[in-house]
């Protein structure tokens, strides 16, 4: 500054006029630019929300029901056939989770979701303890047991884990002479809020009025936060929009400021869950840095886990829940910016699935192998290459 005060006053006046000039030139064409860029990719974003995320989340929440009334029948008839309908329906609903792990941002992570139902290792000593308090199973085996358990319980001691827990044992749904009265009580009343939980998730992306009349009635008896900011003081906590209406309407909420802020939150999702599963679901059991930190254990679905985590970034890279559900996606805009790279994402994704599925069954017992090394290696490789994809959105 003080060396343009230097000037002489009319090179000065030159000087700020040419870079006035220049200035506004280069401020239209690059408003242009954006302005086009911001068009071409809403069809991206919308059909993220609606054929990705929501469609997701839908199905989590449909066959979380469908879990919980299993297990309320494991409850008044316990045969080793309702034990074997209940470890089926959880392995379902387990893998939509899975594939909905490539966008743990918003509610999953403001309203702390993805902790309460999906934390492990399961902290078993103090869910033991749980099973022999009697007073609390009282409160589990009460009618609203299950929002009882959600406001009480602490992380590890509820959601997916929990369950699997009770129902599997060594890969195997369990014998039903092997469960107890007590871990019935126990299994139903988290089965409710895990199913509770699964109903924020999808009410908080699609709203609460898009939601079936069973699901807005539960929400509404929980008092549960699902806007974007209504579990935040940080945030514009006066809002109730849904998250899916933040994402898709740029500025509303600082959740999203344009579209291709969202395009960049979308391959970040897919870039954080491919270095979780290489860095820490694979890699920190294989490498010793925490032998115990083995995803579903029980059932021995680990690998079915990591690949869910891998589709899911299929899914979202692609644009749409599977295959029928398709549509405009920013794996689109990246193949117009850069193909080959494009192609290299594809490839990643294909490497990363081949690697998992070659690790030897159970994960569990073969963590130290070649292979998981292998495909911790080839998770790795994904998550650099979406971040260079990530790179593409601003061109």
Known sequence: MKKILRFPLLMAVSVVIGLSATS??????????????????????????????????KSLADES???????????????????????????????????????????ADDFGIDPHIDTWPLAKDALIAELKNKD?????????GDIWVGETF???LFGFHGIEYILFEEGQAKSASKITDDELI????????????????????????????????????????????????????????SYGECMLNPGLTA????????????????????????????????????INY???????????????????IRNAYLGGADSKNRGASVADYVKKVDPSLHAEVIAAIDNAVAKITA???????????????????????LADVLTKAKLTIRK
């Open 24 to 57: 506004c030139s280069d401020s239209n064409n690059n408003g242009t630019e954006e302005d086009t860029k911001e068009v071409e990719l809403a069809p991206v974003v919308k059909q993220y929300v609606n054929n990705t995320v929501i469609t997701t989340y």
């Open 65 to 107: 029901i469908v879990l919980y009334n299993a297990l309320v029948a494991l409850k008044k008839d316990k045969t080793d056939a309702n034990v074997k309908a209940a470890a089926d329906s959880w392995i379902k609903a387990r893998n939509y989770w899975e594939l909905s792990e490539a966008f743990l941002f918003g509610p």
């Open 136 to 144: 609390h199973l009282a409160k589990m085996a009460q009618e609203n």
């Open 154 to 156: 602490e992380e590890g």
């Open 186 to 241: 126990y299994v139903v009343a988290v089965a409710g809020d895990l199913r509770n939980q699964c109903f924020r998730l999808e009410a908080s992306w699609a709203g609460i009025n898009n939601v079936t009349a069973e699901k807005k009635a539960k929400l509404i008896a929980m008092d549960a936060a699902i806007t974007y900011g209504s579990g935040d003081d940080s945030k514009n906590n006066d809002t109730n929009y």
């Open 255 to 290: 959740f999203s400021n344009s579209n291709v802020d969202a395009c960049e939150t979308i391959l970040d999702g897919c870039q954080t869950i491919a270095d979780e599963v290489g860095a820490m679901k694979i890699g920190k059991p294989h490498t010793g840095d925490d």
């Open 294 to 312: 083995i995803e579903s254990p029980y059932s021995y679905n680990s690998k079915i886990d990591f690949i869910g985590n891998i589709e899911s």
């Open 359 to 381: 690790i030897p069954f159970p994960f569990a017992k073969n963590y130290t192998s070649t292979q998981a090394g292998e495909a911790m290696v080839a998770c790795n490789e």
